[in-house]
């Protein structure tokens, strides 16, 4: 998602403040490229595509690996390793503060381990110490399936993940940019086979939806080992692709090392100063009642400023303004950013509404709504950073 912070600036401080984007100085540029495109949506799948295998008539064996001396020869089994698939389980979606529930391992197709980890962080953590090893060696590739998600895991563990990086989702996104880059469905369109939905564990979205940790480590042990199992069966079908495309080095050289940063970017986070922006939202309170009462004042007539629907039959009907567009489908007008923008100048109505809107966005959007999202454990917003056109999926 672009936040269009630059627009902003310019509409708030002027463009001499943002500077020279030819000059490259004073410019907030883009860390993707400027203003892409975002991807096409996924064509459906015909009926005749629905994937005909399952976790429930495919063989497998998902190991349950939970003693000391079991995690000890499972260790040893991944340091003989060139590459294994790795992943996360954990209580919540954000990596800054959700807690590891346990982790999984694949190093051969229809095979997987999974290690379910305690909630009392000093076990869990005593546990974690026997895989730094493994996950630290430069020598062995890690393969996952956004991994800069299980990276930032690990990390805020102590851990940090060395060796070759293989996302499935980065190396799919390069090969089709248009599709979706979901395991699931990477599964069901190269694989012919339909994973176990997270649903089918902790429920869908609400009150009443589960936590990994309230789950059966039966029933975890099955959906975490199928998840590094398929990521590990994606890589020969995707490093096909990527060779066909010739996408290898464009990988290796620039998508590859930038998991690491981004990785690093999040952890480190960005430092708020919270008060600063609680007084800053009582200015723009002030700002916004007093353009508010301007247009007021100009248009004749107090009206709903946050309804399209008011707005247009202000400025078009009762001020008279030409309006040179088609309505819409609802037979009103469109008093959208872009109309008024073209119309900025013709009415003082129209240039105060510009304004009214602009202070009301940068209250709602940035100032009342960064020190929500400050990390109460760090002091700082770790943001989720992904490339711009790239949706951010599992």
């Known amino acids: 998602m672009s936040l269009k912070f630059r627009t902003l600036a310019q509409q708030i401080l002027g463009n001499d403040v943002v500077g020279n984007p030819k000059s490259g100085q004073g410019v907030q540029q883009s860390l993707f490229g400027n203003d892409a495109p975002a991807p096409a949506p996924a064509p459906e799948k015909p009926d005749y595509e629905i994937a005909k295998r399952n976790i429930e008539n495919t063989p497998h064996t998902y190991h349950l690996i939970q003693t000391d001396d079991e995690i000890l020869n499972l260790v040893a089994k991944l340091n003989a390793c060139k590459e294994i698939s ?10 800054h503060q959700a807690e590891l529930v346990g982790l999984s391992f694949s190093t051969k197709p229809g095979e997987a381990y999974y290690i379910p980890l305690p909630a009392d962080q000093t076990e869990c953590k005593r546990k974690l110490e026997y895989f730094r090893p493994v996950l630290e060696s430069a020598t062995i590739g890690k393969i996952g399936q956004n991994i800069k998600y299980d990276m930032t895991m690990m990390k805020w563990y102590g851990i940090e993940l060395q060796g070759f990086l293989y996302d499935t989702m980065i190396t799919h996104y390069l090969c089709e940019p248009d599709l979706r880059h979901k395991l699931d469905y990477l599964t069901e369109s190269y694989l012919d086979y339909k994973m176990v939905p997270i649903e089918d564990l902790i429920g869908k979205g609400g009150k009443n939806q589960l936590s990994m940790r309230d789950v059966s480590i ?6 975490a080992g199928e998840d590094a199992d398929l990521t590990l069966q994606m890589v ?3 490093k096909n692709m990527m060779a066909e495309n010739e996408l290898d080095e464009l990988y290796q050289k620039i998508e590859e090392p930038l998991i ?8 480190e986070g960005i430092r708020i100063n919270g008060d600063f922006l609680k ?30 629907r008011q707005v247009g039959e202000v400025l078009f009907d009762r001020l008279k303004v030409p309006y040179r567009w088609k309505k ?13 923008t073209e119309l900025a100048g013709e009415h003082i109505v129209i240039d105060t509404i510009l304004e009214y809107r602009k202070f009301s966005k940068l209250k709602s959007t940035y100032v009342d709504a960064l020190p929500t999202m400050i990390n109460p454990r760090t002091g700082r917003v770790h943001s989720n950073l992904i490339r711009l056109v790239l949706p951010q999926e599992d």
């Open 328 to 340: 819409t489908s609802s037979g009103q007008y469109s008093t959208d950013f872009d109309k008024l």
């Open 236 to 238: 020969p079908v995707l």
């Open 279 to 308: 007084e800053y939202s009582k200015e723009l309170d002030k700002l916004i009642l007093q353009k508010e009462q301007e247009i007021y004042k100009n248009a004749g007539v107090q009206f709903n400023i946050s309804s399209p």
């Open 218 to 223: 039966e029933k975890v042990k099955e959906y």
């Open 86 to 95: 790795f992943d996360t389980e954990t209580t919540g979606i954000d990596a």
């Open 260 to 267: 690491r940063v981004l990785c690093d970017l999040e952890y």
